[in-house]
Nanobody
Framework: QVQLVETGGGLVQPGDSLSISCVVS????????SAWFRQAPGKEREFVAGIRPIGGTTRYADSVKGRFTISRDNAKNTVYLHMNTLKPEDTAVYYC??????????????WGQGTQVTVSS
């Protein structure tokens, strides 16, 4: 079975930085696109960032472009999201996912449990 486990969430102040990680079990990690989604209270889950396994091509939601950076380490079966200049509107549960290149839920086959990121003063 494939399992994804997110870590690193927490409470930070506006303007702070935070990095979260997702470890994926199995030897097939390098076959899949990795992505981060988030869901704020009362809102639908939305795409945040994605990265291809080979070549490192990335894509970002307009709301985080220039502030967030997605990366991956295939040797460690880990995907990262580095978040800078955090805003209150970034508050959400962040989920990592593995699947095909895309920005919609249906493109991703495996999902983590999520980690809470709260940005508040």
């Amino acid at each position: 079975q494939v399992q994804l486990v997110e870590t690193g969430g927490g409470l930070v102040q506006p303007g702070d930085s935070l990095s979260i990680s997702c470890v994926v079990s199995g030897r097939t990690f390098s076959r899949y696109v990795s992505a981060w989604f988030r869901q704020a209270p009362g809102k639908e889950r939305e795409f945040v960032a994605g990265i291809r396994p080979i070549g490192g091509t990335t894509r970002y939601a307009d709301s985080v472009k220039g502030r967030f950076t997605i990366s991956r380490d295939n040797a460690k079966n880990t995907v990262y999201l580095h978040m800078n200049t955090l805003k209150p509107e970034d508050t959400a549960v962040y989920y990592c996912a593995a699947g095909d290149w895309g920005t919609t839920n249906d493109k991703y086959y495996y999902w983590g449990q999520g980690t809470q990121v709260t940005v508040s003063s």
